[in-house]
């Protein structure tokens, strides 16, 4: 599918956003290995976590929505009869991770200790990312895990694994879930340590030991640990919230509001660097639910925005973020400086080599690091013809940047937004008045 976005001045509304991509993926692995009936509120359409449903479902786990029982937001809640970590079935053919590498580091673990052979494959991209970070921790603890140059798919035998404790070589929420999650199949304590923290779904979810030593986070879960069948809300997705949070703070006017936002500390940076660039983003009604807090944004054209330095342990905390803060900086005044992001690298595409040719396209200051960015702001930039590279977050971000710019911009493989967030078109559509003409 390929769009044309044209500038926009002005941008208003409410648009509804998908559900929070981390924490749906992890509700649905816990609900099917919980013992009995999980109830789901707010699942999401996109094609990633439908990736984990999918494979759940070809591990003999019932997964139904139920267009009776409605979330606030009006979407079915989905129900999953638990099978405890036991009854989870041999699969019959290699399990389609699709796009997810969260369904497939996360799934790695759970089957990893499982009595029974099993592999996990995906799409072209997903098949280039580095798997050997979790078929490292993987084999300390036992496991059998086959890779082809250490990419997916994965193969795994299945069989009996023991604790470890391991360090993290690499800031990674999923190697880290993996981890913990075949520690639930291992005999004794699995611990995972975390030089610099990152997303904390799992063990908030879970609700595991985590303590503080030297400055490190230590997570631990037992062997043969259960999981109580629940109810999980999903928030609303911080990272989808972004570009628009993006957008209304380069427009020339603004006022979107984005309600039920998961603002967990280990995500929200990107919250903390749009306000010191000087964007007028407003928090209000803030909750907790299913142990996850969330809350309603308002965010208005501030009139300018001023270029920041991001590095350092801040980095893991707004990673996915990081294409459309890009976008932010190239519409700042003065410079900007993204480091310590080389992960960005094996992201779904190389996402620094992608945001600076999309940004550079359009006219923007941009140059390429090994571990990042550096960005003049305050070119203008006009209409460019993009490819999205099948990477959702590059289409959505050079979306954005197309909405500052003069002239159309043309993005090819636009579909790729539907891996987390499928009604992203119509919503920019909806908040820019018909800006966004589809081919
Ligand atoms: C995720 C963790 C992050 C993030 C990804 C989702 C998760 O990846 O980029 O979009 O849900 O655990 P890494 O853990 O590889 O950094």
């Not at 460019?384 to 197309?402: E, L």
Request: hydrophobic share 45%; with cysteine.
């Amino acid at each position: 599918m390929t769009v044309t976005v044209h500038p926009a001045a002005a941008l208003a509304g409410s648009p509804r956003l998908p559900a929070d991509k981390s924490v749906a993926h992890r509700a649905a692995l816990f609900a099917a290995v919980a013992d009995g009936e999980s109830e789901i509120v707010g699942f999401s359409d996109a094609a990633d976590p439908q990736s984990t449903l999918a494979c759940l479902r070809a591990l003999g786990v019932e997964i139904e929505p139920r267009a009776d029982v409605l979330g606030p937001d009006g979407t079915p809640s989905l129900f999953v009869q638990g099978r405890g970590l036991d009854g989870l079935r041999p699969p019959t053919d290699p399990l389609d991770c699709g796009n997810s590498g969260t369904t497939m580091r996360l799934l790695a673990g759970l089957l990893a200790g499982r009595p029974f052979p099993s592999t996990l494959a995906g799409d072209a991209s997903l098949s280039a990312r580095p798997m050997g970070r979790i078929a490292d921790p993987l084999r300390l603890m036992g496991a059998d895990v086959g890779l082809t140059d250490g990419h997916a798919p994965v193969a795994l035998r299945g069989g009996p694994l023991s604790g470890v404790t391991y360090r993290l070589p690499v800031a990674s929420a999923q190697v880290k879930g993996a981890v913990l999650l075949a520690g639930l199949s291992a005999s004794g304590t699995t611990t995972v340590v975390e030089p610099v923290a990152t997303r904390d779904h799992t063990e908030r979810m879970l609700e595991l030991d985590v303590m503080e030593l030297g400055g490190e986070r230590h997570v631990s879960v037992e062997g043969g640990a259960r999981i109580p069948a629940r109810q999980w809300v999903v928030p609303r997705d911080l990272s989808a919230a972004a570009f628009f949070l993006v957008a209304g703070s380069i427009a020339e006017a603004a006022t979107i509001s984005l309600a039920g936002v998961g603002l967990n500390p280990t995500r929200s940076g990107a919250l903390d660097v749009l306000r010191a660039m000087g964007a007028d983003v407003r928090v209000g009604n803030e909750r907790e639910r299913a142990g996850e807090p969330l809350a309603d944004l308002r965010v208005d054209a501030p009139g300018g925005l001023e270029g920041v330095e991001i590095g350092g342990a801040l980095v893991p905390n707004l990673i996915d973020e990081i294409p459309v803060l890009a976008v932010a900086a190239a519409f700042a005044q003065g410079r900007t400086v993204i480091r310590d992001a080389a992960e960005l690298r094996v992201k779904e595409t190389d996402r620094i080599e992608a945001t600076a040719t999309f940004l550079r396209a359009m006219g923007a200051d941009v140059q390429e690091r090994p571990d990042g960015l550096v960005i003049q702001g305050g070119r203008p930039l006009h209409g460019a013809h993009v490819d999205a590279r099948d990477d959702h977050r590059i289409a959505m971000a050079a979306a954005v940047a197309a909405l500052g710019a003069s002239g159309p911009t043309v993005i090819e493989g636009a579909q790729a937004a539907a891996v987390s967030f499928p009604g992203f078109w119509d919503a920019l559509n909806e908040i820019a008045s018909g800006s966004v003409e589809y081919l």
